[in-house]
């Protein structure tokens, strides 16, 4: 079965030639018990209208499951619209809400939406229509967002507008990360090379018996689009006729360098403000200085942020 999807530039809201995707059932097939959990529930809530929330880490696959979705409604033979939330402007929120009209509107990476757009978005949502050369433009669409972050903790943190939360978060979906359904790598490395291959010129392609076990040792912090391209390189390395384990080129880290450094916490003479201000500072350091990545780590506003930091600089600590 096949649906149409239209990207637009989010910067100039024109039109990206139209691509055709065909959704079949090996493009998100699984044997882990947990995700086919969570597509038989996507697969249900697609025959309604409700708006769903797919929180997720990202390269995770949420852009697929949001295309099964709509590949289940009954708005399937209609437009998906995919638009990036990154840095559209109003002129291309308006033009994908348009083109997405009768079809489904997909918002990626939601939490990215400009406060303003926050707020002309919901009023669409809520009135059904929106003003366009001084005329009434009714709008019937169904809303599938996409966000790497806690939604509900950007609201809390005034990051993110409360009553628009609520409209898109109808239901929520929660896609797993790759580490978390490790038992589909195999099936996964056979159906990304096999594509690989062939978009690549290569006539087949086999998995050397080695290459599997190695790959369901490894976290996949990047996930789907990591294995992709770690896949696409090998294929690369290997010529095309068979990937070896010698052709695969992933960096095992210790786990616990996925996480911050540990910070010790209470012992006598430690006041509350001081292991507040080594946890904020730890956070700061993990992330390489970036205030926005430590805000939302640590589930404080950056204006929050902002303000600690103006405090330890009183106090002659350089940040």
Known sequence: ??????????KTGTKNEMRS???RSSEISSQDRNYLELLQTAETVAKSK????????RGSGKKTLARFIHSKSQRMHR???????????EMALFQAIEAAHSGTLL???????????????????????????NQITPVDLRIISTTQVSLSQWVKSGEFREDLFYRLNIVSLKNPALRDRIVDVSTLVQQIAEKRALSMGFSTVTIDQDVVPMLNTYRWPG???????VIEAALVKSGGASIQSKDVDIHFVPETA?????????????TLDEIERNVILEALKYHSGNRTHTARSLGISIRTLRNKLAEY???GIKV
């Open 50 to 57: 409700a708006a769903i929330l797919i929180q997720g880490e």
């Open 79 to 89: 437009a998906l619209i995919n638009l990036d939330c990154s840095s559209v402007n």
């Open 258 to 270: 996925h996480a911050p450094t540990p910070i010790v916490g209470w012992k006598p003479g430690r």
């Open 1 to 10: 079965m096949r649906t149409e999807s239209n990207d637009l530039n989010p």
């Open 223 to 229: 996930n789907l689009s990591e294995l992709r391209d």
């Open 21 to 23: 995707l065909e959704i």
């Open 107 to 133: 918002l990626v990476d939601v939490e990215k939406l400009a406060p303003q757009l926050q707020m002309k978005l919901f009023h669409v949502l809520q009135e059904g229509r929106f003003t366009k050369n």
């Open 313 to 315: 600089r009183v106090l």
